[in-house]
């Protein structure tokens, strides 16, 4: 079955196996009529978070997201952005409400400096995740406590702009399998291993629930030049991947992004 949608101009469509992955830049997205737009599409709970954040920066960001997801939402159910009704489950991730009529679409949502990103999915099991590789702070403390002994191997033979793809490549692609897991920080980080080998494909270890491993498909690109998006999802059959921009609300565009895969992964061609 397909689920599409009417909203703006343009008609999506999601077949089992199908991600689509849509990101903005909030840089992108200051006019203000745009911003009164979005503020209007957010509902009590997004607003008042919303309003609790201390800087501008942050705020901006939150509320691109959040328009980001709706709108694109709307472009495979036949729902306006500020109608879209999300509960959460015990560990606090966020699903379209039960019994509110709209069609059971799967969704993530990640956002970093200077960048946005929601992945849809029919009814997959979906995480996404983005981080801005200028980030600061102790990042060999960070691998230590959440990389496996293996991964740390390998991050440790390398040095300078490599050691810092590598570890974003690894810290991305756990923060994506931990999100569409779906529970949080009961996740044991240390015993979710990947490999990136010499051939360019995510090789994947869980080490507590290896059963599941085949399973489990993973996509990892730069999307810019300064960011790292790790894409994962459940799903028996092979997962179809696509990507593209957007100013929500105004513009959508797929674009060809190559990418490192795991097994089990193509990109869409239509």
């Known amino acids: 079955m397909e689920y599409t949608a009417s909203a703006d101009s343009q008609i999506y469509s999601l077949r089992v196996g199908d991600v689509h992955v849509w990101m903005a830049q909030p840089n992108r997205c200051c006019q203000p009529e745009l911003m009164s737009t979005y503020l209007a599409w957010l509902d009590e709970q997004e607003r008042s978070r919303y309003d609790r954040f201390r800087f501008p920066q942050h705020r901006h960001e939150y509320l691109v997201a959040h328009a980001l997801l709706r709108s694109s939402l709307s472009r495979y159910g036949a729902c306006e952005p500020g109608e879209w009704m999300f509960s959460t489950n015990p560990y ?31 009814s997959a099991a ?98 810019t030049q300064q960011h790292c998006l790790a894409v994962a999802a459940y799903l028996d059959d092979p997962l179809r991947i696509q990507v593209g921009w957007a100013t929500p609300g105004l513009e959508y565009r797929t674009v060809p992004f190559p990418y490192i895969n795991s097994q089990g992964v193509v990109q869409r061609d239509d």
């Open 126 to 223: 979906v995480g996404v995740d983005v981080e801005c590789m200028a980030r600061t702070g102790d990042l060999p403390a960070i691998a230590e406590l959440s990389f496996a002994p293996e991964e740390l191997a390998e991050l440790n033979l390398l040095a300078g702009r490599a050691w810092s793809q590598r570890f974003f490549n690894l810290w991305t692609l756990k923060e994506a399998y931990v999100k569409a897991q779906g529970k949080g920080l009961s996740m044991p980080l240390r015993q979710v291993r990947f490999s990136l080998n010499a051939i360019g494909t995510i090789q994947f270890n869980p080490l507590f629930e290896p059963e599941s491993a085949q399973a489990w498909k993973f996509a990892l690109l730069n999307s």
């Open 92 to 122: 606090g991730r966020p699903e379209i409400q039960e019994g509110s009529g709209q069609p059971p679409l799967r969704f993530n949502l990640s956002h970093t400096d200077g960048l946005v990103v929601c992945a849809i999915t029919q």
